[in-house]
């Protein structure tokens, strides 16, 4: 479809033609991070851009409802635009995508999302929450760095490690701000520039972990085909357990166990493993599901998408006397690490590897039936109908529901309406900042 534009020189042409440069002020921010503009009534998508802003862009990209640009040139600035913080990013990368913005607008333009996702694609239109996204520490000193304890880094061929480019596998060998300081430094100053220069054109990555005991773990995963092929909905719902074939797995620093520790328990999992990646996540998101668990003494959980079990652990605590609770989750690893953690003392915590769909779909043993209450925290791609649909069979009177990606949050609310609950009470959490990405909690109650 062709789309009357006008260019800067007032001439009018049938498209903006990619590559053509535009003026435009932009509106509010869209889920991914762009700011959403028109020019001649057409939607233009805009990197780089803040709300209100007047710049010019370079188109990138035409479709039949909408085109995208970055930005060239900013004439009026948003007054809480500052310079980039992330290196990184500055240099092109895609990691810190709005450093250049305050906090406090960062949080103000998520929570804008979040609520038009959920008028939008949940269908909700009194949300109950109180229309701010929440800091991961009490201690909020509005910083946006320093916070990331796990990070993946790629191999170039002729060596260099660094982050991915916007949209694009070039690597960008700059130091990114997320990363907590014992993870900053390079190949040379860990002493392993010798093993990394080995990995060059091997299709190789370097995982780095951060424990809760100050360890420092450097990982190299070398993968039997190209990871990039894949789709991206088997990207997203892969991820955690990291299904892309392995073919060699090299410790280059620390002893590649990571031990974690939350509300009082520990466990012991490969360091390339799942985990949340800001330092405060994992204990804030397990003391919200302790307090907001619906227990009573003996009654059955379930933790689904459990990785190694730091929500069941949490479900554990929400009563003197819990009953069962399985975890279930597809990453053979993480499981084995939750099993060992629950085997040798405490409550009736059940750790299965398997497929969260498969299992529902299966045999569920008799002691985990009828739960009460449910946890589960999906992949970026969120749970979907068949899970959503099989878990309110089992008519729990409380979930409780994570999601990383908005819009595929906002859709698995849409979901539960669906079946038969009610959005009660709704968090976001700024889980990644200087990004537009969040953490959104859901605690939704079935309908009687």
């Not at 607008?105 to 929440?134: C, F, N, T, Y």
């Not at 480019?165 to 700059?174: L, R, Y």
């Not at 490969?270 to 619906?294: G, I, K």
Request: net charge neutral; charged share 20%.
């Amino acid at each position: 479809m062709k789309v009357s534009a006008r260019q800067q020189d007032g001439s009018v042409v049938s498209a903006p033609r990619d590559g053509s440069r535009i003026r435009v002020t932009c509106a509010g921010p869209a889920h991914g991070g762009e700011m959403v503009a028109r020019y001649d009534g057409r939607v233009i998508f805009v990197s780089g851009a803040l709300p209100g802003e007047d710049v010019t862009i370079e188109i990138t990209e035409n479709k039949k409802s909408f085109s995208r640009g970055h930005v060239i040139d900013i004439h009026a600035a948003h007054p809480k635009r500052g310079e980039h913080v992330c290196p990184a990013a500055a240099a092109g990368a895609g990691c810190c995508s709005w450093d250049s913005a305050a906090v406090s607008l960062q949080r103000e333009m998520k929570a804008q999302i979040v609520e038009d996702l959920l008028h939008r694609l949940g269908a909700v239109q009194d949300i109950p929450w109180r229309g701010k996204v929440s800091a991961l520490s009490d201690n909020d000193t509005l910083t946006a760095t320093q916070w990331r304890v796990r990070q993946r880094l790629s191999i170039t061929s002729g060596g260099d490690v660094g982050v991915r480019a916007a949209h694009s596998h070039e690597v960008i060998p700059q130091h990114c701000s997320q990363v907590v300081p014992l993870l900053f430094g390079s190949p040379d100053q860990w002493g392993i520039a010798d093993d990394v220069a080995a990995l060059a054109g091997t299709n190789s990555e370097l995982v780095l972990a951060a424990d809760s005991y100050g360890e420092r773990h450097i990982i190299a995963l070398t993968h039997n085909e190209d990871r990039h092929r894949a789709s991206r909905r088997a990207r997203v719902t892969s991820r955690r357990a990291r299904i892309q074939q392995v073919h060699h797995r090299q410790v280059l620093g620390g002893s590649g166990i990571a031990r974690e520790r939350v509300l009082g328990r520990e466990w012991y999992l490969p360091a390339e493993s799942f985990w949340q990646a800001h330092h405060d996540a994992a204990t804030t998101y397990a003391t919200l599901v302790r307090d907001c668990a619906d227990l009573d003494t003996g009654e059955v959980a379930w933790d689904l998408y459990g990785g190694c079990g730091v929500f069941a652990h949490a479900l554990s605590l929400a009563t003197p006397y819990p009953g069962p609770i399985v975890s279930v989750d597809v990453a053979g690893p993480a499981v084995a690490a939750g099993k060992a953690a629950f085997c040798s003392d405490g409550p009736d915590v059940s750790i299965v590897e398997s497929a969260v769909g498969r299992w529902l779909q299966g045999n569920i043993a008799p002691q985990y039936q009828a739960p009460a209450t449910v946890v589960l925290d999906p992949p970026r791609a969120g749970a979907g109908r068949d899970v959503i649909s099989a878990i309110a069979v089992h008519a729990p009177r409380t979930v409780l529901h994570f999601g990383c990606d908005a819009a595929a949050f906002a859709r698995d609310i849409k979901l539960w309406k669906d079946n038969g609950y009610t959005l009660a009470a709704l968090q976001i959490f700024d889980g990644f900042p200087n990004t537009p990405h969040m953490e959104c909690f859901a605690l939704l109650r079935r309908l009687l």
